[in-house]
């Protein structure tokens, strides 16, 4: 879904030609300026973070067994719950109207992003005592950088 919302502009500024956001715009003093701000690929960042969920599993399960497997598949866990819940919580508000509530969301949403990680390591830590803390935390390591790494690379 593309958020939408327009600028009325006074009858004393004229735009010839100016860009906003990446798109050529052209209008007269009387006509509604519209900017498209879509929505991240929020499917495709998920969808991403498994696969190299898996990847990150079956390495260690190949390398070390299958106690490291089940630690880098909770360390994996401990990430993507919580970033799925961020993405959730903090794009569901778009447009100029929704301008507060939409820097509220995304400091409650970071805030409890950093609440459920934390959660996520003392359950991991407190249950399960043969727990791989290499394997947990490279994976967890791994997965931080794809976040961070991949739209970077998906950016045109």
């Given at each position: 879904m593309v958020g939408v919302f327009t600028i009325q502009l006074p009858r004393f500024f004229i735009v010839r030609k100016r860009t906003v956001l990446g798109h050529c715009i052209r209008c007269s003093p009387n006509k509604y300026l519209e900017l498209?701000?879509?929505k991240p690929p929020l499917i495709q960042y998920f969808g991403i973070q498994c696969l190299v969920m898996a990847i990150s599993v079956?390495?260690?399960?190949?390398?070390?067994?299958?106690?490291?497997?089940?630690?880098?598949f909770i360390g994996s866990v401990v990430f993507i719950i919580p970033q799925q819940y961020f993405a959730?919580?903090?794009?569901?508000?778009?447009?100029a109207r929704a301008?507060?509530?939409?820097?509220?969301?995304?400091?409650?949403?970071?805030?409890?992003?950093?609440l459920l990680i934390a959660m996520g390591f003392a359950l991991a830590f407190s249950f399960y005592k043969e727990?791989?803390?290499?394997?947990?935390?490279?994976?967890?390591?791994?997965?931080v950088l794809t976040n961070g790494i991949?739209?970077?690379?998906?950016?045109?």
């Open positions: 498209k701000i879509k079956v390495s260690f399960y190949l390398i070390s067994g299958e106690n490291s497997a089940l630690s880098a959730f919580k903090s794009f569901r508000y778009m447009g301008a507060a509530k939409t820097v509220q969301s995304f400091y409650s949403a970071e805030s409890s992003k950093l727990v791989d803390v290499f394997a947990l935390m490279t994976t967890f390591i791994v997965l991949y739209p970077l690379l998906t950016a045109k």
